[in-house]
C-alpha cells in the first residue's frame, strides 16, 4: 500500500492562467483527552513520516485546527465535555469536513455503526492494530486529497460562472435547456445573430469544448439540475475533460471539466 506522499502539487487551470494547491503537507490530527493515548499515537505516526498535531478535547481542536490544512482525524469516541460522535457531526456540518478514523477503548456494535453512517474511515477499538491503524490512515489521507482537489475544481468552475454578464448567463440557461439560437432569440427578443455572439463567448469563458461539457459544469454548479438527479457515464463524455467526483448533495453524480494541464 504506497502512502501518500508529504508534497505539494498543483493543478493549472490553462483558462486563467492560475495555479490551485490541491495536495500540501497531510497532517494528522489526534484528539483524545488519554495524554498517554496522544504521546504514543504522536510518536508512531511521526515515526510513520506523517506531520502530527495533538489534541485533549474536541473543543480545543475546533478552535486550534487550520480547517484548511490537508489531512485526517484520529478521534476518541468517549471524552468529556463534546464526545466524538458530537465532534463528527460538527465536523460534518462545517464547509471542510476532514475524514476521521474513531478510537476507542470499549466500543460497542450499535456506536460503531452509527460512527460508519456517519461517514468514518474505520473504527478502531484499543489498544490498536499499528498496520490497520496506518492502512487506515493512509486511506483517510487519500479521501481528503480527493475531495480536496474535488473541491478546488468546484471552486474554479464557480469562477467561470462569476465572469460571465447577466446576459451571458441567462443564455447559457437556455443553451443548457437544450434550446436552439433561433429559440432563445424568440424568447429573449434579440436577433439570432446576437445569440451565437454571446453563446461563443459563455463557451470561452467557461473554457467549454462542447455543449455536453458545459451541460455538465451546469449541474455541477446547480445551473441545471438533471431530471433524474443524474450525469451521463463517463464513457458517454468527452475524452478531452476530466471527470470529478461531486462531493455535496444527497448524491454522487459525475461532472466533467475542461482539462487542466
Known amino acids: 500500500m504506497s502512502a501518500v506522499p508529504a508534497t505539494c502539487v498543483l493543478a493549472a487551470d490553462r483558462h486563467n492562467g492560475r495555479c490551485q494547491d490541491i495536495r500540501a503537507t497531510p497532517t494528522i490530527f489526534v484528539v483524545d483527552d488519554a495524554a498517554e493515548t496522544r504521546a504514543g499515537l504522536t510518536r508512531l505516526l511521526r515515526t510513520a513520516g506523517y506531520q502530527v498535531r495533538a489534541f485533549e478535547s474536541a473543543k480545543r481542536f475546533f478552535k486550534e485546527h487550520d480547517s484548511e490544512a490537508p489531512g485526517c482525524l484520529l478521534l476518541e469516541i468517549c471524552m468529556p465535555d463534546m464526545s466524538g460522535l458530537d465532534a463528527q457531526r460538527l465536523l460534518n456540518r462545517s464547509e471542510f469536513t476532514r475524514p476521521v478514523i474513531f478510537l476507542t477503548g470499549h466500543g460497542d456494535i450499535q456506536t ?135 462531493s455535496r448533495g444527497a448524491h454522487h453524480g459525475q461532472v466533467h471539466l475542461a482539462e487542466f494541464a
Open 112 to 246: 460503531s455503526v452509527q460512527a460508519m453512517k456517519q461517514g468514518a474511515v474505520d473504527f478502531l477499538t484499543k489498544p490498536m492494530d499499528e498496520v490497520r491503524l496506518l492502512a487506515a490512515v493512509n486511506q483517510a489521507l487519500q479521501l481528503d486529497l480527493a475531495a480536496r482537489h474535488e473541491r478546488a475544481i468546484c471552486r474554479n468552475i464557480e469562477q467561470r460562472l462569476a465572469t460571465l454578464t447577466p446576459r451571458q448567463r441567462e443564455i447559457m440557461e437556455q443553451i443548457v435547456r437544450g434550446r436552439t439560437n433561433k429559440r432563445i432569440a424568440l424568447d429573449l427578443g434579440i436577433v439570432e445573430k446576437t445569440v451565437k455572439i454571446h453563446r461563443a463567448r459563455v463557451m470561452s469563458k467557461m473554457n467549454a469544448r462542447t455543449v455536453p461539457g458545459l451541460v455538465h459544469l451546469a449541474i455541477r454548479v446547480g445551473v441545471l439540475i438533471p431530471a433524474d438527479g443524474k450525469c451521463a457515464p463517463p464513457n458517454r463524455q468527452p475524452r478531452s475533460e476530466i471527470c470529478v467526483l461531486r
